[in-house]
């Protein structure tokens, strides 16, 4: 069996670098503000023979989990044998969830290693805006129909958070799989010294939040979050986890602003790539993603969306969940 190894080292990022992501720098592998993770397998002389690329992700139902974006092996062995370690090393860190967005046509059966395929059995598209069309959202002129600010989300808004991911899981036909609380998602996005942070020796927020309030009432009536995520192609992206806005609000600017508001994140951060997931069968916002520029990833045959939940998901045991998360 090949010797697998996190390269959390000077000398395996030499070998990561110049065997399989010559694009890599230090900054997102070994620094407090990481953005990847990467696994190696060695062989018994210690010659590179695969190598898992993977980072953190986020679910406003489920909360942090790992985000695989590439698997290079030799064959389909050490294949499997990498997609278990990042399996393995997303349950020592209290990941209650893996994501594996696998480039298609795809190279092995990853249902054979446990990962289900989400955009077969969920409906799941996977869109994408390039660098380019992030830099025209970014500039457009946006003017919102009503009194409104968008503003970073704090403690302080948690509830009001937690009420909107419960109402979007509600539209989504999907109410039972939220699980989140306040007092989850305030370690999570609030805290740097909350215990996923601590176990992986980062201070890089996991998950950055924005809400729309209505000044006329004081009312949070949407939001947006997004991760910093990395992967072969594109090195540093931003993958919008959820965008909502509810139903009273719609239609006067506040979803755009949003996404607006991430690409200039995007472009701050020095991300080449902005990435989310949409229902197939929500035409609605497909059509308005399409407007943006978005191209959709699956139904251009580039990207197929699978997930691995275990333990307590696995379990559908929410108390249990609650102790890890």
Not at 31 to 57: F, I, M, R
Not at 124 to 139: H, M, Q, V
Not at 237 to 251: A, I, K, N, T
Request: glycine share 4%.
């Amino acid at each position: 069996m090949a010797n697998l190894l996190l390269v959390d080292t000077e000398p395996l990022f030499n070998i990561l670098k110049t065997k399989f992501l010559q694009s890599a720098q230090k900054r997102d592998f070994l620094s407090q503000n990481k953005w990847a993770y990467a696994h190696l397998a060695l062989d018994s002389e210690n010659k590179p023979t695969g190598c898992v690329l993977s980072c953190l992700s986020y679910s406003t139902w489920k909360g942090v989990n790992l985000g695989i974006d590439f698997i290079d092996a030799d064959d389909e062995k050490t294949a499997g044998q990498l997609y278990k370690k990042a399996i393995d090393f997303a349950k020592d860190c209290n990941l209650t969830q893996a994501r594996f967005y696998a480039p298609f046509p795809l190279k092995y059966d990853w249902e054979k290693f446990g990962s289900l395929n989400l955009t077969v059995r969920e409906d799941w598209d996977i869109l994408e805006l390039d660098i380019d069309e992030i830099n025209k959202l970014a500039n457009r002129e946006i003017k919102l129909k009503g009194d409104y600010t968008l503003k970073p989300a704090s403690k302080d808004d948690a509830k009001a958070f937690v009420d909107l991911c419960v109402d979007l899981a509600v539209y989504e036909n999907m109410k039972e799989d939220c699980w989140m609380t306040e007092e989850i998602v305030t370690s999570h996005a609030f805290d740097q010294n909350n215990k996923i942070n601590k176990k992986l020796n980062s201070i890089e927020p996991v998950v950055n939040i924005w809400v729309a309030i209505d000044n006329s009432t004081g009312k949070t009536v949407g939001y947006s979050c997004c991760c910093p995520q990395y992967n072969k192609e594109h090195g540093r992206y931003v993958y919008l986890e959820d965008l909502y806005v509810d139903s009273e609000h719609r239609g006067k600017g506040i979803g755009l602003s949003m996404m607006q508001n991430i690409a200039k994140w995007a472009l701050a951060n020095e991300c080449k790539a902005y990435r989310w997931a949409c229902l197939g069968w929500n035409e609605g916002s497909l059509s308005f993603y399409y407007s943006l520029g978005a191209k959709n990833l699956v139904k251009t045959d580039q990207v197929r969306m699978f997930r691995e939940d275990y333990g307590a998901i696995k379990d559908d045991d929410k108390e249990a969940w609650l102790k890890i998360a």
